[in-house]
């Protein structure tokens, strides 16, 4: 069994339960994390941010594969955060206000991926 924290220092930590020690620290892009939600399959983690967005992890890399951000300005952080069962879309709230999103697929990720690195080369 695995607990993951949020932290205003912006990580992400992760323990096993079990063994009653850290697994991994996730770093995020923005300062102060404020809720955490695995995904239904367990593979990624989600975590609602100070400024209104919410950063997406891959627990089997430990790599931020995605950051959602609000188009407007939003000054409120994301205090609550969860998947819909079926992975394919998030609920958030600041307290004030609902927010649903759009998580891409794996297969959308791994395309955005290569783009970028095409970009790249």
């Excluded at 975590?47 to 209104?52: F, H, I």
């Amino acid at each position: 069994m695995v607990l993951a924290t949020a932290s205003w220092d912006n990580t992400c930590k992760l323990f096993d339960l079990r063994r009653r020690q850290e697994i991994t620290t996730l770093r995020g892009q923005v300062l102060a994390l404020h809720s955490v939600c695995f995904s239904p399959d367990g593979r990624r983690l989600a975590a609602g941010l100070g400024d209104g967005g919410i950063n997406i992890w891959d627990l089997e890399t430990g790599r931020e594969v995605l950051v959602l951000k609000r188009r407007q300005n939003v000054v409120n952080p994301v205090t609550a955060v969860r998947f819909h069962p079926s992975g394919d879309s998030l609920l958030s709230s600041d307290g004030e206000t609902l927010h649903l999103w759009r998580v891409p697929s794996w297969a959308e990720i791994e395309a955005a991926e290569k783009r970028t690195e095409a970009k790249r080369q």
